[in-house]
Nanobody, 119 residues
Framework: QVQLVESGGGLVQAGDSLRLSCVAS????????VGWFRQAPGKEREFVSR????????LYVDSVKGRFTISKDNAKDTVYLQMNSLKPEDTAVYYC????????????WGQGTKVTVSS
């Protein structure tokens, strides 16, 4: 089993940047890739981005393309989400999750880190 811990959330103003970190531990060899999700108050959780550990192949939801960048540091077993030009609608709790395979069915989740963007 993989354990994940997110950090880096906070309160920022619109237009600011934040970098979220997701540190993996445990059976990291069983992790195919890591995804970032977010859940805004009163809304369903939505996919934000994902990255494959081996190749670094990435995917983004349209609403964050050009503003968010996902990256990884295999030596540190860490995945980052660099968020630039933040908007109030980016306000949410951000979660990272690990998928054991290319089906991207996530089987391990972090506890979440809160991001609040004020206008």
């Amino acid at each position: 089993q993989v354990q994940l811990v997110e950090s880096g959330g906070g309160l920022v103003q619109a237009g600011d940047s934040l970098r979220l970190s997701c540190v993996a531990s445990g059976r990291i060899s069983s992790s195919y890739g890591v995804g970032w999700f977010r859940q805004a108050p009163g809304k369903e959780r939505e996919f934000v981005s994902r990255i494959k550990w081996s190749s670094g192949t990435t995917l983004y939801v349209d609403s964050v393309k050009g503003r968010f960048t996902i990256s990884k540091d295999n030596a540190k077993d860490t995945v980052y989400l660099q968020m630039n030009s933040l908007k109030p609608e980016d306000t949410a709790v951000y979660y990272c999750a690990s998928s054991p395979s290319a089906t991207w069915s996530y089987d391990a989740w972090g506890q979440g880190t809160k991001v609040t963007v004020s206008s």
